[in-house]
Nanobody, 113 residues
């Protein structure tokens, strides 16, 4: 299984970016996005269950929206009102019904103030 992420880049504070990730195969209970800023631990940003239920870290609530297309094995993260503290490498994650995690290669998001 390979996860291919895209959509990162450089944006000014207040701007928007959309991240996308497609899994090459598999059926996943959870799909989501994590991020890791320099010198910090990787943290969950948002995840979505196959049922559509979502979870967000408090710092992005109201600004980010996660969605998935089960038929296409795709998960997207719409990021609005970006802040400098959102700067990080973002990793796509997918977890199958056995609890096995798969990771994308990471895409860099830089927000300039």
């Amino acid at each position: 299984v390979q996860l291919q992420a895209s959509g990162g880049g450089l944006v000014q504070a207040g701007g928007s970016l959309r991240l996308s990730c497609t899994a090459s195969a598999g059926i996943f209970n959870l799909m989501g996005w994590y991020r890791q800023a320099p010198g910090k631990q990787r943290e969950l940003v948002a995840r979505v269950e196959s049922s559509g239920n979502t979870v967000y870290v408090n710092s992005v609530k109201g600004r980010f929206t996660i969605s998935r297309d089960n038929a296409k094995n795709t998960v997207n993260l719409q990021m609005n009102s970006l802040k400098s503290e959102d700067t990080a490498v973002y990793f796509c994650n997918a977890r199958d019904r056995f609890g096995v995690d798969f990771w994308g290669q990471g895409t860099e998001v830089t927000v300039s103030s």
